[in-house]
T-cell receptor, first 117, second 112 residues
Framework: GAVVSQHPSWVICKSGTSVKIECRSL??????MFWYRQFPKQSLMLMATSNEGSKATYEQGVEKDKFLINHASLTLSTLTVTSAHPEDSSFYIC?????????????FGQGTRLTVV | LAKTTQPISMDSYEGQEVNITCSHNNIATNDYITWYQQFPSQGPRFIIQGYKTKVTNEVASLFIPADRKSSTLSLPRVSLSDTAVYYCLVGAPMNRDDKIIFGKGTRLHILP
């Protein structure tokens, strides 16, 4: 199946610094990618939809100035957590869909564990 | 997007067949039912997708009754490695920019 790759797998940063997470579609082009956040023992929460060549669409309650999304090419979307604080510590996951027959199938990255100290 | 309801958690033993049922009373005509599996500290993985009746692949079977208001994911002869969270999603994923909204999922714990 299609492969979505995230980098890094984990990162530890100091409070107040910014962290960039990359999401790549390795063998297909993705005009749209999705970013999720997941806290321990909870489900995935959709943060935003990343659109190639245009602004991202953020879900209600997600600060767009805090979580900067850039989708500059058909295979790369980046999420930058700006001025990170301990409450931003979470598991961040990206996703993209691939058309399969009359429907689509979603593929997910392996996730990035962010710890802000 | 149709709302789904599934058990919060389930326990089973190795070698057993596990059935996880998902309710989706307001499923729309164009909606498909998709199940994902998520291991700790990993992204979700597609398991199976269906529209009606029965679908089977190398991993699982999906049973969908005629009214499509529920569905059952069946995992044959589970092993310890099947311990994971299983998500049932209902929607019409025809377009690559359609969002996927996750419910709470079912935490399956396989015991030796």
């Amino acid at each position: 199946g299609a492969v979505v790759s995230q980098h890094p797998s984990w990162v530890i940063c100091k409070s107040g610094t910014s962290v960039k997470i990359e999401c790549r579609s390795l063998d297909f082009q993705a005009t749209t990618m999705f970013w999720y956040r997941q806290f321990p023992k909870q489900s995935l929460m959709l943060m935003a939809t990343s659109n190639e060549g245009s602004k991202a669409t953020y879900e209600q309650g997600v600060e767009k100035d805090k979580f900067l999304i850039n989708h500059a090419s058909l295979t790369l979307s980046t999420l930058t957590v700006t001025s990170a604080h301990p409450e931003d510590s979470s598991f961040y996951i990206c996703s993209a869909r691939v058309r399969v027959a009359q429907t689509t199938e979603a593929f997910f990255g392996q996730g990035t564990r962010l710890t802000v100290v | 997007l149709a709302k789904t309801t599934q058990p919060i958690s389930m326990d089973s033993y190795e070698g057993q067949e596990v059935n996880i049922t998902c309710s989706h009373n307001n499923i729309a005509t164009n909606d498909y039912i998709t199940w994902y599996q998520q291991f700790p500290s990993q992204g979700p993985r597609f398991i199976i997708q269906g529209y009606k009746t029965k679908v089977t692949n190398e991993v699982a079977s999906l049973f969908i009754p005629a009214d499509r208001k529920s569905s059952t994911l069946s995992l044959p002869r589970v092993s310890l490695s099947d311990t994971a969270v299983y998500y049932c999603l209902v929607g019409a994923p025809m377009n690559r920019d359609d969002k996927i909204i996750f419910g709470k999922g079912t935490r399956l714990h396989i015991l030796p």
